[in-house]
């Protein structure tokens, strides 16, 4: 059974940290998606199973993305966080064509 459960978003000060967490079982994750309020759901960073890395222009710099292959979790480390990141962050695996994804987490920014 595929599963993937985010967790880590909350609301932070601009200029603030948060780090996501993805656990997978049945899966290996490979990206974080987001999606705002009234828009498409983006790309924000993926990772390969041999570490490779790709982030969107716009995270580039501030946040990164890793692989925990013995718990088989992703993480998503973003520091200088800005309002425009406010958004639900996703999980996303993909095997045969298919595409999975977890619930999302919130992530806030706001003062």
């Known amino acids: 059974q595929v599963q993937l459960v985010e967790s880590g978003g909350g609301l932070v000060q601009p200029g603030g940290s948060l780090r996501l967490s993805c656990a997978a079982s049945g899966i290996n994750a490979v990206a974080w998606y987001r999606q705002a309020p009234g828009k498409q759901r983006e790309l924000v960073a993926s990772?390969?199973?041999?570490?490779?890395?790709n982030y969107t222009d716009s995270v580039q710099g501030r946040f990164t993305i890793s692989r925990d292959y013995g718990d088989n979790t992703i993480a998503l480390k973003m520091n200088n966080l800005k309002p425009d990141d406010t958004a639900v962050y996703y999980c996303?695996?993909?095997?045969?064509?298919?595409?999975?994804w977890g619930r999302g987490t919130q992530v806030t920014v706001s003062s």
């Open positions: 996303h695996a993909r095997r045969w064509g298919l595409d999975y």
């Open positions: 990772i390969t199973i041999e570490g490779r890395t």
